[in-house]
């Protein structure tokens, strides 16, 4: 997925931005004395995560100017905000084995044009 969306943004000479979500598994609701600094621990270790994922991506397409943002919650309001003024919004998602369950979902609702790149 971070190739094709390097790739054309190259090709487009046009900026890149990274966007990546994530949360707390639900168990962590249950957790009676949950430290929030273990929050903010967490999301500067994914921001991390995220910056290490870009960096040869970085090198290899020089020309491309990246920017990227980490967030909690749902992805779908994200990615639904963050389209709005892209040329091309990129989307992974994990390869399905099933026909069953849904298979868009808020990305249908994109404001720009979307590719969704399968990976395992």
Not at 33 to 53: K, Q
Not at 59 to 73: A, N, Y
């Amino acid at each position: 997925m971070l190739a094709f969306a390097f790739e054309e943004a190259s090709r487009r000479d046009c900026a890149l931005r990274a966007v990546h979500g994530w949360k707390l598994p639900p168990a962590y609701d249950y957790v009676p004395l949950f430290d929030p600094d273990n929050e903010r621990d967490i999301g500067l270790s994914v921001t991390h995560m995220v910056d290490d994922m870009l960096l040869p991506w970085r090198h290899k397409f020089p020309d491309v100017d990246v920017s990227h943002s980490v967030f909690t919650g749902s992805a779908g309001d994200h990615l639904v905000r963050a389209s709005q003024g892209a040329g091309l919004v990129v989307v992974g998602r994990h390869l399905r084995r099933s026909p069953l369950g849904r298979h868009l979902g808020s990305v249908a609702h994109a404001a720009a044009p979307v590719a969704v790149v399968a990976h395992d």
